[in-house]
């Protein structure tokens, strides 16, 4: 399978649970962004890992942990969500230079619902 | 840390017509500045990019402009159809990893 893949494409969960979102990207890209789509907000970053090192943490809950174990896997581990966590999670991935990039590969998301 | 600002937040035009969408950046260090197209239900997909070496540039209907000086870049689409009803997001990424991007307009095309 090429591009970005993202599983589930769905999960319904409760506040209690533990479940883990996973991504993975077939471009050879050195990048991978986990965002957070709310409804009618824009994007917001999560987290972006660079060669599987964490470069930035946007004041993300310690409720979501991700995990980098490769340049093409990318994790977000959930626990003790809330309702308002409720959203599209979209993994991406691009090619990264010190000078600049080029442009982000989006997977199609994991739909999540917290009840 | 970059700033972008996306205007309008939603747009209506007749099929046909042409659409425009500013947005501006605060980082006089960012150099690339991509446009994506996300359609409902669907991931985001780029539709058209433009590095900071370059004042504009078009693919069929599609063009983008960007002014250094002034730090804005629209994204420009002429004879417009009801397939391009979509959200419309900018972005800008300074040198790094982060891309920042604008809260989006959605555009719809009315036949």
């Known amino acids: 399978e090429t591009g970005v893949t993202q599983t589930p494409r769905h999960l319904v969960m409760g506040m209690t649970n533990k479940k883990s979102l996973k991504c993975e990207q077939h471009l050879g890209h050195n990048a991978m962004y986990w965002y957070k789509q709310s409804a009618k907000k824009p994007l917001e970053l999560m987290f972006v890992y660079n060669f599987k090192e964490q470069t930035e943490n946007n004041s993300v809950p310690s409720r979501f942990s991700p995990e980098c174990p490769n340049s093409s896997h990318l994790f977000l581990h959930l626990h003790t969500l809330q309702p308002e966590d409720s959203a599209l999670y979209l993994c991406?991935?691009?090619?990264?230079?010190?000078?600049?990039?080029?442009?982000?590969?989006f997977g199609p998301g994991t739909r999540l619902t917290v009840t | 840390g970059e700033n972008v600002e996306q205007h309008p937040s939603t747009l209506s035009v007749q099929e046909g017509d042409s659409a425009v969408i500013k947005c501006t950046y605060s980082d006089s260090a960012s150099n690339y500045f991509p446009w994506y197209k996300q359609e409902l239900g669907k991931r985001p997909q780029l539709i058209i990019d433009i590095r900071s070496n370059v004042g504009e540039k078009k693919d069929q209907r599609i063009a983008v402009t960007l002014n250094k000086t002034a730090k804005h870049f629209s994204l420009h689409i002429t004879e417009t159809q009801p397939e391009d009803s979509a959200v419309y997001f900018c972005a800008a990424q300074p040198p790094g990893n982060q891309f920042y991007f604008g809260t989006g307009t959605s555009l719809t095309v009315i036949p």
């Open positions: 991406a991935s691009s090619q990264q230079y010190t000078t600049g990039g080029y442009e982000q590969y």
